[in-house]
């Protein structure tokens, strides 16, 4: 049996890391080692990880999560690397079946989504319903991997050099991070490994529970999935977690809908011609927008929810959208500058690791 080791990063994680080191520990099949890496945070994580009697490494820099996984596993003794996150609670035989799934011959990593959120109510539970509608299809094998609910050969990822480090040319000074794990997946694919999809293996997550929050979160990942699809433009024909038609459809209604306000608008203030322009783009544009989350509502009734529930899901699903164009402004923005490789064998260059 191979050995285990699972990696953890957290910042300000104080408040729930405690319950998901004791969702480890309490493992049908026991980790080998636990690794927290607390990624500079401002409060007491690492001290309450190390009450557990985990190994901790505290980052003197706060880097992002990817540096942080990078760090933990170059510390790690297992054979295989396990990751969740610090805001999940894993099942006990979560560990058991998702590195049971690196038996299979050519299968180099395994993922899987979420099982529910930790804390019920109207946002977090529509989050994960619409996280569990946009997998449902998803088939065996994807070119993606879920960092809160993952675990890899080790060989594999020293292979393709852990998650990618690059910056972008005019701030040189943090990594980017947001969408390291359909990156990861894609290297790993491309070096010819599998990655196994298990959608019947989810861990508990602490969903945004503010729409605010929720919203700020969307357009970040937006922005990311951007500047990703910059840095790496094959992944355009990879197989990840979600539809990247879909995605394009919902931008292009949103950026027509837009478009046409503003022709609209300049209409009004005496454009001559402009009418028309209008027209045309919001008699396409609109309805395309509003229809489009009708899918997702109709899964949400499928799934038990009632009128109440579907009609906020419906506002909220139209505020998401416009969240994800100015993150898609921003991130095609910020990506024209290009980027800086990052050399990923020398991310503990960013840190002191202390025990």
């Given at each position: ?87 999940c ?10 590195v ?28 994960h ?41 005019r ?19 491309r070096?010819?490994?599998?990655i ?23 357009r ?9 699809h ?5 992944m ?27 022709a ?30 009708i ?57 002191a690791?202390?025990?």
């Amino acid at each position: 049996m191979k050995s285990v080791t699972v990696i953890v990063p957290a910042y300000n994680a104080r408040d729930t890391i405690g319950a998901c080191i004791e969702s480890l520990l309490g493992q049908t099949r026991r980790p080998d080692e636990v690794i927290i890496v607390d990624d500079c945070s401002r409060d007491d994580t690492a001290r309450v990880a190390l009450n557990y009697g985990v190994k901790v490494i505290k980052l003197e820099k706060n880097s992002g999560p990817g540096v942080a996984r990078n760090i933990g596993a170059a510390a790690a003794a297992g054979e295989i690397l396990a990751f969740t996150d610090s805001d999940c609670v894993a099942p006990p035989d979560w560990l058991e079946r998702i590195v049971g799934a690196l038996d299979a011959p050519g299968v180099v990593a395994a993922t899987g989504g979420y099982a529910g959120p930790v804390q019920d109510g109207f946002l977090t539970r529509l989050q994960h319903l619409i996280i569990r509608q946009r997998q449902s299809a998803l088939p065996p094998e994807i070119d993606s991997t879920i960092t809160s609910n993952f675990a890899c050969l080790k060989s594999a990822f020293e292979f393709v050099g852990g998650f990618p480090l690059y910056y972008l040319k005019r701030d040189p000074t943090k990594p980017i991070w947001g969408n390291e794990d359909e990156e990861l997946g894609f290297l790993l694919t491309r070096a010819g490994g599998k990655i196994r999809w298990m959608s019947d293996i989810g861990v508990l997550h602490l969903f945004r529970l503010s729409l605010t929050g929720y919203l700020r979160q969307q357009r970040f990942y937006a922005e990311r999935i951007i500047m990703s699809h910059f840095r790496f433009p094959e992944m355009a024909r990879s197989r990840t977690n979600y539809s990247r038609l879909n995605g394009a459809l919902h931008l292009g209604s949103i950026l027509g809908l837009g478009l046409g306000l503003f022709a609209l608008l300049a209409w009004l203030a005496g454009l001559g011609g402009m009418q028309w322009v209008a027209a045309g783009l919001l008699g396409v544009s609109a309805p395309v927008y509003l229809l489009l989350p009708i899918p997702v509502l109709l899964d949400l009734r499928r799934r038990g929810q009632n009128g109440k529930f579907v009609t906020q899901a419906y506002v909220v699903l139209l505020a998401v959208d416009i969240a994800w164009l100015s993150g898609a402004v921003t991130g095609t923005m910020l990506s024209l500058g290009g980027f800086i490789d990052g050399n990923r064998e020398s991310s503990a260059a960013f840190a002191a690791a202390d025990q």
